[in-house]
Nanobody
Framework: QVQLVESGGGLVQAGGSLRLSCAAS????????MGWYRQAPGKQRGLVAI???????NYADSVKGRFTISRDNARKMVYLQMNDLKPEDTAVYYC???????????WGQGTQVSVSS
């Protein structure tokens, strides 16, 4: 079974940085598209960034230039480096895996990121 375990969330001041980590297991990690999504209170869950098996990335306009998604296939890890954090980045951040075999999506438990002004 696919499992995603996230870490790295916390409380930071505006302008600060955090690095989120997601550890995957139970999957042939290298072939899967990975992503980070976030959901603020009262808001829909939305895409933050994705990275494909070939390393192609895509970012939400609101985080371009500030966030960087990366993956370490040997360690089955995906990361989200978040710089110049803003209060509007406050949300629960979720790791996502899209199976290359079934197209099913799998989600981590979420990690809270809170940015104070």
């Amino acid at each position: 079974q696919v499992q995603l375990v996230e870490s790295g969330g916390g409380l930071v001041q505006a302008g600060g940085s955090l690095r989120l980590s997601c550890a995957a297991s139970g999957t042939i990690f290298t072939i899967n598209t990975m992503g980070w999504y976030r959901q603020a209170p009262g808001k829909q869950r939305g895409l933050v960034a994705i990275i494909t098996s070939s390393g192609r990335t895509n970012y939400a306009d609101s985080v371009k230039g500030r966030f960087t998604i990366s993956r370490d296939n040997a360690r089955k890890m995906v990361y989200l480096q978040m710089n110049d954090l803003k209060p509007e980045d406050t949300a629960v951040y979720y790791c996502n895996l899209e199976s290359a075999v079934t197209s099913n999506s799998y989600w981590g438990q979420g990690t809270q990121v809170s940015v104070s002004s």
